[in-house]
């Protein structure tokens, strides 16, 4: 029933009769009846408003991912990694559309925790009976290009282009829709929402998906890259590391600066509503779902802000260096972590997670290093690590009153529902968590490595030594993402490329030549 229901019920009805004549008592109710649906109306579209443009906040996301990886990569690769985001988005949008959709929100007659079976194709949506409509598809599918642009970049530099058609294809299609099944639909094994029973009287809360989006775009690139093998020059003979920068700290930081707007439609978007107000009242001006979203918003900004300091300082500790680009990839972890319970969660709650996040990604990239592991946007340990730190979290912080705004009654009719463990609930939440970072695992290596696997055994996975050495840019894409001149106008480096000048001698940069010569560089190539 619509939060603004005007109209007259049998006994109203009968009341108004008795004072009035028949006829004006009819004639009042249907004047109530049609302010009630124009309101009813009014709401509906305020919150489609509100999801549709939570949807591009999202989507907006894809460009910082290409700015991110563009920026983390060598300039000889820079194409390759750009069009690769192009196409997550692309081949994602087609298979989330005929496949993945289905799979994650099918409900029916005969709907099962493990996977979805109804609505391919987007066959009977708009749906009524479970209030899907374009929207909220839209919604999910940027969800879903979100976790295969996180395996991109643990694979970046090395990959064949129809590799990452065929694995974006079948993450976005069938890999990621499973786990978000298990989680957000309310049929789901792991739903905190399902009606039929919940995993340890709790389910789990993952309100935007730190497992179900970062551990499982995280552990896919994990496996990728483990299978795939560290990019030539990584390590030396002696298996220490070699300096492999990405060109462009610039273009990095924007790409940051992107991601952390468009993570104000993840993570508050995930409420769908916006118009829904709290309490027999109506909600007062600070007790609706308004409230609740602007919270959320403010929980991400802090984690986010903390990690962000947390890993300046860190990061300065261990090399003596105040580096950019650490800062920009512990700030990420801490969006990462946060984004599980950022509904749920008191601000100061959020300054704590960030803090722990960003020594969870110190310390997974010192043991990447130990175990010769090559992942040149850290997007293994940031997404898979610092989201499952965000799983713990939550089951850790969250607070009582916050879990019934977002979670609503447990679906048996009871006022109360498990929280965190330190906020003094019980340990059922934290088991089904620990279940959920499990299963996420197991699903996602038993679905995904496979596949690299295979894309390797076939020689269809990585590029050859000299296609790796000389860029791909060169010898995939046809020419590299940029063209240097010098003051004179005489042209140097892929002339098929796009032009920027260069004032300076081309004498002072004699590393460029490396790539004319099909040499491995330095990796210093930054602009």
């Known amino acids: 029933m619509s939060n603004f229901d005007y109209s007259c019920t049998a006994p109203e009805l009968a009341t108004l009769q008795s004072l009035l004549n028949g006829t004006a008592g009819d004639f009042l109710c249907n004047k109530l009846q049609a302010v009630s649906d124009r309101l009813s109306a009014t709401s509906r579209a305020v919150d489609s408003t509100y999801l549709l443009f939570s949807a591009f906040l999202v989507f907006s996301m894809q460009l910082g991912f290409a700015m991110l990886c563009a920026g983390s990569v060598r300039a000889k690769n820079t194409v390759n990694i750009m069009l690769t985001n192009v196409l997550d988005a692309a081949a994602g949008g087609i298979f989330y559309y005929l496949f993945g959709f289905a799979f994650a929100f099918g409900r029916g007659k005969h709907s099962n925790g493990f996977i979805g079976h109804y609505f391919f194709g987007l066959t009977e949506v708009p749906n009524e009976e479970y209030q899907y409509d374009y929207a909220y598809f839209l919604y999910q599918w940027a969800f879903a290009i979100a976790a295969a642009g996180i395996t991109s970049g643990s694979i970046a530099e090395r990959t064949q282009f129809v590799a990452y058609l065929i694995y974006s294809s079948i993450l976005t299609g069938f890999v990621y829709p499973v786990v978000s099944h298990w989680v957000w639909s309310p049929d789901g094994w792991l739903s905190a929402s399902n009606a039929s029973g919940l995993l340890f009287g709790s389910g789990v809360y993952d309100f935007a998906g730190s497992g179900v989006v970062h551990m499982v775009g995280g552990i896919a690139g994990f496996w990728g890259a483990v299978i795939e093998g560290p990019r030539i020059g990584r390590y030396?003979?002696?298996?220490?590391?070699?300096?492999?920068?990405?060109?462009?700290?610039?273009?990095?930081?924007?790409?940051?600066?992107?991601?952390?707007?468009?993570?104000?439609?993840?993570?508050?978007?995930?409420f769908a509503k916006i118009l829904v107000p709290y309490g027999a009242g109506g909600g007062s001006y600070v007790d609706g779902q308004w409230t609740a979203i602007g919270r959320t918003a403010v929980t991400t900004t802090l984690a986010?802000?903390?990690?962000?300091?947390?890993?300046?300082?860190?990061?300065?500790?261990?090399?003596?260096?105040?580096?950019?680009?650490?800062?920009?990839?512990?700030l990420l972890g801490g969006f990462a972590a946060i984004t599980g319970g950022c509904s749920i969660v008191d601000p100061?709650?959020?300054?704590?997670?960030?803090?722990?996040?960003?020594?969870?990604?110190?310390?997974?990239?010192?043991?990447?290093?130990?175990?010769?592991?090559?992942?040149?946007?850290?997007a293994a340990q940031l997404h898979g690590g610092c989201g499952a730190w965000g799983i713990i979290f939550t089951a850790l912080f969250a607070k009582e009153e916050y879990v019934l705004q977002a979670y609503g009654l447990l679906p048996n009719g009871k006022s109360s529902r498990p929280y965190g463990l330190f906020m003094g609930?019980?340990?059922?939440?934290?088991?089904?968590?620990?279940?959920?970072?499990?299963?996420?695992?197991g699903?996602?290596?038993?679905?995904?490595?496979?596949?690299?696997?295979?894309?390797?055994?076939?020689?269809?996975?990585?590029?050859?030594?000299?296609?790796?050495?000389?860029?791909?840019?060169?010898?995939?894409?046809?020419?590299?993402?940029?063209v240097y001149y010098d003051s004179e106008g005489d042209k140097h480096i892929h002339p098929s490329g796009f032009m920027m000048k260069d004032?300076?001698?081309?004498?002072?940069?004699?590393?460029?030549?490396?790539?004319?010569?099909?040499?491995?560089?330095?990796?210093?190539?930054?602009?």
């Open 348 to 378: 100061w709650a959020a300054i704590l997670c960030g803090f722990v996040s960003a020594w969870v990604l110190i310390g997974f990239n010192i043991l990447a290093g130990k175990m010769n592991y090559d992942d040149p946007l850290e």
């Open 503 to 527: 004032s300076r001698n081309m004498t002072e940069f004699p590393h460029k030549n490396n790539y004319r010569n099909g040499a491995e560089d330095d990796g210093d190539d930054t602009l």
């Open 443 to 482: 699903w996602v290596t038993a679905t995904m490595a496979p596949v690299f696997y295979v894309l390797h055994r076939f020689k269809l996975l990585r590029v050859s030594a000299a296609d790796e050495m000389a860029g791909m840019d060169v010898t995939r894409h046809g020419g590299g993402a940029y």
């Open 236 to 270: 030396n003979k002696e298996g220490k590391p070699n300096g492999m920068r990405g060109h462009s700290a610039t273009l990095v930081v924007l790409g940051t600066f992107l991601l952390w707007f468009g993570w104000y439609g993840f993570n508050p978007g995930s």
């Open 425 to 441: 609930g019980d340990g059922s939440l934290l088991a089904a968590h620990v279940i959920q970072i499990i299963v996420i695992t």
């Open 304 to 330: 986010g802000c903390s990690a962000a300091l947390t890993t300046l300082f860190g990061r300065r500790l261990l090399t003596g260096h105040w580096n950019v680009l650490d800062v920009c990839n512990g």
